[in-house]
């Protein structure tokens, strides 16, 4: 679309979080002057945020990484040198053949966050070829997760979108107001044309001020309870949808047995909820058609009853006839105009005697190797014979990496590449991974990033990788089910100094390490395998001219996909679960050796399992929520968005700052059993007095980089104070707890 000679406007997708909306950037000379939200976009209609239109600072930044770089002094003291890309590869290479022949394949492991664009692909076929299994991701409790679960109960995931005609939506622990701002106006649309709104969470966010019709401030980790207790309504009042129940659901009568063990009462003790608004809510979502829920991750982060509370969610949907229906919550698997998955990460190289020793895959079975090889049993043939796969999956529990690294438990770890990724700010206790960090058993430490994070201050080599202006971005919901749809955004522009890739990174380490035959020549060509089928139906060349042409490609929604013909057996299609319906009592679960049917732990560290330390840590704390115009640990250097979001704050009630001493925009000591961090006081009525939640993220590129300062990263971070020890874990998954948790807090001004 050019304007005139010098001037064009390329089509980008933005990935400043994990919406990926569309933006048009106007580039000048060759600099990209403006960005601004795509007209008709599917995702985003026109409009990005703040942190979108940022990534004209993000891409000219001058604290952007622009060359690789080795570390020469201790690790932290941040002293460099710069070397070629082919050198620093061919160094990192030979380390990791030396580690691989002395110690095997496992001893070299991964992690990654947000990826930054696609890293996670890329990274996890990496270590297939290489032969290790122990690659990690925080989509152990983010998103992800989630998405697991939902592929053992019924094969595929469920949207997290509201779509007409629906009549009631219930958004369950997640604030799209904040996390989603890009798709909330659709709620907006919706709340004016009649849906009615359930809002469960601990504190009044900005979504129930806006859409809530009911809001149920529950204790915080006790969603599990209040789903079980809907479920004991619905079932009890025969709201629930008989015929699809007894044509399509496995395992009914024990879990109507099983949520009789929690009725209204009972569930209204435990969730401190008022048993008639547990009832009311219960009866209007089961009686509304169609309805769906919404689902966010703080579901994904309360630890011993993260699945529980999926699973439950799962149920909700299927027993009272909202699944897989226009306007209640439609299944959604992989993009089937695509190669991905298994052979997109060359999965079949990974022998079957390296994933029998992927860490953590003896305790947390459903997000490991044992648990995704069931899943992939019944996702292959329906599936289009790719079956359900993603580059986070089947990843190995996260704390078990610093576990192999700090202890040698089962083996040593002696290698470690972090893809995209600052665990010492994403990932829970900070404390003990500095220490993995630091440690002389970790031979080899390499960061591919954008930014020189404390993480990367720790590191051995760093690498610097390109924004989504810099190279094309595909999406292609090709993971654990969350939409049949591809999408491609242009290069904006050419890399700028020296930065590549993250595909380019690990393919570089592949080329070194044999691996040629694994890799396209570019990531061009990469995407146009991916896109293959897609592009031969629309008679294109290649996705770049798919990315300027079509630009976006979703087939039809199929409803009740579950009754369509098998062409193959002329029978209905049914669900991609071992028993062919959604398994309301899971035979996944059961034969990886967990409760096959949803239920409610108290969390490990609350007033009610420890009333004595309550006496000491009085306060119940949440972390983790979302807040514009971050992402995560991301864009603190931008200078535009710190103007917006200064200082890290913690929510507390103005009654409880009060008693306290604590007045507005104070300085505050929030204190754990783990540690003690300062945050800014935000008083706020929406939260209970009891409450204090905390944002995560935090760090401060503007301090002093070396250790053991390392950018301020121990103090506001909130993961300083949170665990990661087995007992506040998911069995199943895994999954790690970021609340609730008991503290305690106190103005800094005492103690200074």
């Keep these: 679309m ?72 201790e690790r932290g003291a941040g002293k460099w040198q710069r070397l070629s890309w082919d050198d620093a590869l061919s160094e990192v290479a030979e380390k990791l053949d030396r580690i691989k ?36 991701n925080a989509g152990q409790w983010c998103s992800v997760v989630s998405r697991q679960i939902h592929a053992a109960i019924y094969g595929a995931g469920a949207s997290r979108a509201v779509k007409e005609p629906c009549k009631c939506a219930v958004i369950w622990g997640g604030n799209p107001a904040e996390s989603f701002a890009c798709i909330f106006p659709q709620h907006i649309k919706a709340k004016r044309k009649g849906t009615q709104y359930i809002v469960i969470d601990p504190k009044y966010s900005e979504t129930a001020g806006r859409l809530a019709d009911h809001w149920l401030r529950l204790r915080p980790g006790t969603d599990a309870a209040l789903a079980l207790g809907w479920l004991n309504v619905i079932i009890a009042e025969e709201l629930y949808d008989q015929d699809f129940v007894e044509k399509w659901c496995h395992g009914f009568e024990a879990l109507k047995e099983r949520v009789k063990q929690y009725p209204p009462r009972k569930v209204a003790e435990i969730t401190w909820l008022p048993e008639q608004d547990i009832v009311r809510t219960a009866r209007l979502y089961a009686t509304s058609k169609p309805a769906a829920i919404i689902w966010g991750v703080k579901s994904d982060m309360q630890g011993r009853n993260v699945t529980g509370i999926t699973q439950a969610k799962c149920i909700l949907r299927a027993i009272t006839g909202n699944l897989d229906v226009v306007g209640g919550d439609m299944l959604s698997g992989p993009c089937e105009k695509a190669n991905y998955g298994a052979m997109l990460e060359h999965m079949d190289q990974l022998s079957p005697e390296q994933r029998k020793k992927q860490l953590g895959a003896d305790r947390h079975k459903l997000w490991c190797y044992p648990g995704y090889e069931m899943i992939a049993e019944s996702a292959r043939p329906y599936w289009y014979g790719k079956g359900l ?71 051995d080599y760093v690498f610097p990788i390109t924004n989504w202006l ?21 290069q ?23 691996q040629e035959k694994y890799w396209h020549d570019s990531l061009d ?79 490990p560290e609350t007033p009610i399992s420890q009333p004595e330390l309550a006496k000491k840590y009085p306060f119940i704390l949440i972390t983790g929520a979302r807040f514009r115009p971050m ?8 200078r535009s968005l710190r103007k917006l979001y200064p200082f890290p704050t913690a929510e507390i009630n103005p009654e409880t700052a009060h008693r306290l001493g604590i007045g507005e925009g104070d300085w505050m000591v929030i204190e754990t059993l783990r540690g003690k961090i300062k945050q800014k006081a935000k008083l706020t009525s929406r939260i ?53 948790l008991l503290c305690r807090i106190y103005p800094l001004k005492k103690y200074v």
Aim: net charge negative; aromatic share 10%; proline share 8%.
């Design 688 to 740: 209970l007095p009891r409450m204090v939640e905390s944002q995560h993220g935090w760090w401060f590129p503007e301090e002093i980089g070396e250790d053991p300062i390392l950018f301020g990263v121990f103090e506001s971070n909130v993961n300083v104070l949170t665990p990661d020890s087995e007992e506040f874990c998911d069995p199943a998954t895994g999954a790690v707890t970021f609340g609730p």
């Design 631 to 638: 992402h995560h640990s991301e864009h603190r250097q931008i």
């Design 525 to 603: 060509k990469e995407w146009d395998w991916c896109l293959q089928p897609l592009l031969q139906e629309l008679n294109l060349d290649s996705a770049r001219e798919f990315a300027t042409k079509q630009r976006w490609w979703s087939p039809p929604a199929v409803e009740k996909r579950y009754e369509t013909i098998d062409p193959k057996t002329g029978n209905p299609r049914g669900f991609a679960t071992p028993t062919g319906k959604v398994e309301l009592y899971s035979t996944i679960l059961e034969k990886l050796g967990y409760d096959p049917l949803p239920g409610y732990q108290e969390p």
């Design 2 to 73: 050019p304007k005139n000679e010098n001037t064009e406007v390329k089509r980008a997708i933005c990935f400043g979080c994990w919406l990926q909306a569309g933006v048009l950037a106007t580039v000048k000379d060759g600099k990209v002057v403006k960005l601004q939200g795509e007209p008709g976009h599917p995702v985003n209609q026109g409009w990005i945020c703040e942190r979108s239109k940022a990534f004209i600072e993000h891409l000219y930044h001058e604290d952007r990484l622009n060359y690789p770089l080795k570390r020469i002094g």
């Design 492 to 514: 904006v522009v050419q890399p700028l100094h020296e930065r590549k890739s993250d595909f380019e990174f690990y393919r570089g380490l592949g080329l070194k390490l044999g």
């Design 470 to 490: 810099e190279h094309p971005q595909l999406y292609t919901q090709t993971f654990q089910g969350s939409g049949n749809a591809a999408a491609i955004g242009e």
């Design 101 to 136: 022949t002395q110690s095997g394949a496992e001893a070299i492991a991964s992690i990654g966050g947000t990826g930054r664009g696609f890293s996670e692909l890329f990274k996890v076929r990496f270590m297939n070829l290489f032969g290790s299994p122990n690659h990690a």
């Design 389 to 459: 796969s993603a580059g986070f999956l089947p990843g190995c529990h996260e704390p078990a990496v610093w576990d192999a690294i700090l202890e040698g438990k089962p083996y040593q770890v002696s290698g470690l590449i972090s893809g995209a990724c600052n665990p010492l700010v994403a990932y829970p206790n900070t404390k003990r991974i500095y220490k993995a960090l630091k440690s002389s058993r970790l031979e080899l430490s390499v960061v591919a990033e954008q930014w020189m994070t404390p993480s990367a201050m720790l590191a």
